[in-house]
Every structure is written in structure tokens, then in C-alpha cells.
């Protein structure tokens, strides 16, 4: 398409524990088989902070981060045939070649075609496209969001109904496809089940739309931060709980409320000890549990095996099991046609350049999800 290299602005993760810095980047023209899209919006999750904070053992510095996003495509590069300029997409995290092992399984959305790449922050050919006077900067998750201008490789996008309001439909790109994915496709929650999610930021809240949809009779909320509780109850929790007002461990409450346990339990905060008390609030014989959070270097879950061996699963999920190109733009539309709604979570939105400001907001408890607008 002869497209040039263009400069625009990003934030820039020079250094894990540092706030981002807005400078001006050149980013280089699709190579074969990617996309240039120009970003319209994107949300920022709890994982770009965890990476930013250095936990991440896939961190790589300095990095433009983000994976939230949804924009324009801007130019194609050679053989590129499913998308062309002006088409709107959303990035993908979790891209979807359908040719590899994992896509050919039936059995996951893991699509493993360019993942060792891109967990090292690299193009499937293994350089980056960004750069500044000349010194590469890392791609993040594939995606890296927080710049005007990104380069994904074809198979990381997913081409959406150009009617979708972007500032909106970002938030597909990660937060709440995953939290009513793994509701809805990971445990395939059943109607009059109780469910119980633990952290209640834009993933617990998302479980909790999908557990409403499925037709659960009981969602139990869990946060120790009560501002939640609001959103979580006109979502569709039934009752909230703090664990900080119990002296016993909040598996026993949430046993002794439930008749012996939940028949499915959600992790969305990233912590182990929370994710013990996940599995360990599930009904003996039958109770799932399954693991959103991410949890930082070196950490590591336990429980008693005989928790196991009497009947509770303990499982885990990416992307909300969600296969990006076929399954994701089905998601949009059943958002365009009413059966969700996306702005309950959009608490801030801002520029890039006060990008810091979500982080800031995020850590403080007082956002579910900022949006940068560009
Ligand atoms: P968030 O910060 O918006 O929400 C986390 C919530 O957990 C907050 O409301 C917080 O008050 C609550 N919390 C913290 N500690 C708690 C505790 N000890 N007990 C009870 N509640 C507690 O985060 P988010 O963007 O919703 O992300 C949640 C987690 O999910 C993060 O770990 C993130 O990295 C992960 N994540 C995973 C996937 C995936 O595909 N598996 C996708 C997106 C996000
Ligand atoms: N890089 C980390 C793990 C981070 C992680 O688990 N990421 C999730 C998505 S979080 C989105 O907010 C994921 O997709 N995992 C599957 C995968 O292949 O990365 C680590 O521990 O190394
Ligand atoms: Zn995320
Ligand atoms: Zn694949």
C-alpha cells in the first residue's frame, strides 16, 4: 500500500514502577501479513498496571502498553485479505490464526501461532515497529494500545460492526468480554446456580452480567472496597459482602450463607489467598471455581488436595475463552442490540496525555474503567 512510517504520540514504559511518559514515536508501516490501525479509544486494565509494576515475568522495558483497545485500520500490509483500510477492529490479545494445534483443537481460544513473539514483545519476525530516533521500543501483548498509531499482525483482529461506538466497544477488548466469557463459556453457568465473584473492579462486575444473563439466581459479591457494591448490586448481585467485617475466614461465611458452598466461583483481583478462598467456598461434590486473576512473579496457589478429591474443580480462563475472530464480533452485536450495557463501567475517560491519572485512579479504588480517547 506504500504506506510511510508516521509519528504520533504514545505513552512510553521506560522502566517497571516508573509512570508512563507521553512521547512523540515513529511507528513503521505494516510488514507482510500486518495491520496499522489508528486508535479511536482504550480502556485501561488492571494487567497493564501489574506489568507496569514490574511483576510481570514477561515485562520487557521499554514498552508501549495497553491491550484495550478498538480503532481504524489506517494500511494493510502484503497479503494481508480479510481486513482493508477504514474496516473497524478490535485488537486481540488472544489472536486466532485457526490453523495452529490449539485453534484446530476445538478445545481453547490459546492460539499459540505468534505467542512466543509476542511474549517477548517482539512482531512474529521478531523486531518491533516502534521506535524513537531510531532505539526500538517492545510491542506489549500484541497489542499496545496507548499510541495513536499500532501495528498487530493480521490474526490479531477482529473486524467489528462499524456502527459500534468505539469509546465504548473497547471495553470488548479485554475487561468484559473476559468476565462474561468465563461465566458464560469457561463454566457455562446454569440457570439457578449460585455463583460467587470475588473483586468487583470491570472483570468481577463483567462476571456478574454474564452470571445474570445465565440465569443465576444467587451472585454474592465479594470486595473489600464497599464503593463497589452499588454498581455490583444494579448489575445483578443479589447481596454483597466485605470480608473485613468477618472474623472467620470468607470461604466458612460464604459456606454457612449457601448451604454448603457455591455451585461456581470467579477470581478477579489476582491474589492468592483470594483464590484459596474461591475454591474453597464451593460446594463439596460439584462447585467450580475458575481462576481470572492474574497473579504477580513467583506466587503460587495451594489448597488441600482432599479439596480436590471431594468435588471442587479448579479452573482457569483467558479472554473469557473468547477465539477473538470468529466469536468477539458476535459480542459487539449482541451489545448493539441491547443485551448489555458498556457505559456503567466507563467511570473516567480522558487523553492520553493524563494517562497517569487511570493509573492513579485504578490504584486508589475510585475507577472501574477509564478511557482514553484519542
Ligand atoms: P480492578 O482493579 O478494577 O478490580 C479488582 C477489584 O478487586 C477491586 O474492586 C478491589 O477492591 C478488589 N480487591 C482487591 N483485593 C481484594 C481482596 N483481598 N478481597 C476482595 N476484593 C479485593 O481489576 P480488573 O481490571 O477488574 O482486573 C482484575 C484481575 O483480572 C487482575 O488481576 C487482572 O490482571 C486480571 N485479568 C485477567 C484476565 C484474563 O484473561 N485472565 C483479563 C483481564 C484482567
Ligand atoms: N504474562 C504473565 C501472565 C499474564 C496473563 O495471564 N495474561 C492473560 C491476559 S490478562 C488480560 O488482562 C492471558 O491472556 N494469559 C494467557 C497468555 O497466553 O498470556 C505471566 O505470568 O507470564
Ligand atoms: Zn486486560
Ligand atoms: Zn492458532
Redesign the pocket.
Known amino acids: 500500500m506504500g504506506a510511510e512510517t508516521i509519528r504520533c504520540k504514545a505513552a512510553v514504559a521506560w522502566k517497571a514502577g516508573e509512570p508512563l511518559s507521553i512521547e512523540e514515536v515513529e511507528v513503521m508501516p505494516p510488514q507482510k501479513g500486518e495491520v496499522r490501525i489508528k486508535l479511536t479509544a482504550t480502556g485501561v ?3 497493564d498496571a ?1 506489568t507496569l509494576s514490574g511483576e510481570d515475568p514477561e515485562g520487557v522495558f521499554p514498552a508501549i502498553l495497553g491491550h484495550e483497545g478498538a480503532g481504524v485500520v489506517e494500511s494493510v500490509g502484503e497479503g494481508v485479505t480479510g481486513l482493508t483500510v477504514g474496516d473497524h477492529v478490535i485488537p486481540l490479545y488472544t489472536p486466532e490464526c485457526g490453523e495452529c494445534k490449539f485453534c484446530l483443537s476445538g478445545k481453547t481460544n490459546l492460539c499459540q501461532k505468534i505467542r512466543a513473539t509476542q511474549g517477548k514483545g517482539l512482531m512474529p519476525d521478531g523486531s518491533t515497529r516502534f521506535s524513537i530516533n531510531g532505539k526500538p521500543i517492545y510491542h506489549y501483548m500484541g497489542t499496545s494500545t496507548f499510541s495513536e498509531y499500532t501495528v498487530l499482525p493480521e490474526i490479531s483482529l477482529a473486524k467489528i460492526n462499524p456502527e459500534a461506538p468505539l469509546e465504548e466497544v473497547c471495553l470488548l477488548g ?2 468484559v468480554t ?1 468476565g462474561m466469557g468465563a461465566v458464560m463459556n469457561t463454566a457455562k453457568v446454569e440457570a439457578g446456580s449460585t455463583v460467587a465473584i ?7 462486575l463483567s462476571a456478574i452480567i454474564g452470571a445474570k444473563m445465565a440465569g443465576a439466581e444467587r451472585i454474592i459479591g ?4 464497599e464503593d ?1 457494591f452499588a454498581l455490583a448490586k444494579k448489575l445483578g448481585a443479589t447481596e454483597c459482602i466485605n ?1 473485613k467485617n468477618y472474623e472467620q475466614p470468607i470461604q466458612e461465611v460464604i459456606v454457612d450463607l449457601t448451604d454448603g458452598g457455591v455451585d461456581y466461583s470467579f477470581e ?4 492468592v ?2 483464590m484459596r478462598s474461591a475454591l474453597e467456598c464451593c460446594h463439596k461434590g460439584w462447585g467450580e471455581s475458575v481462576i ?3 497473579a504477580g512473579a513467583g506466587q503460587e496457589i495451594s489448597t488441600r488436595p482432599f479439596q480436590l478429591v471431594t468435588g471442587r474443580v479448579w479452573r ?5 475463552g473468547v477465539k477473538g475472530r470468529s466469536e468477539l464480533p458476535d459480542y459487539v452485536e449482541r451489545y448493539l442490540a441491547g443485551e448489555f450495557k458498556l457505559d456503567d463501567f466507563i467511570t473516567h475517560t480522558m487523553p492520553l496525555d493524563n494517562i497517569n491519572e487511570a493509573f492513579d485512579l ?1 490504584h486508589k ?1 475510585k475507577s ?1 474503567r477509564s478511557v482514553i480517547h484519542y
Open positions: 486494565c488492571h494487567t501489574f479485554c475487561g473476559t470475588f473483586g468487583l473492579g470491570g472483570i468481577g465479594i470486595d473489600i472496597n463497589k470480608p478477579c483481583i489476582g491474589n489467598n483470594t481470572i486473576g492474574v482457569g480462563t483467558a479472554f473469557g485504578m479504588g472501574i
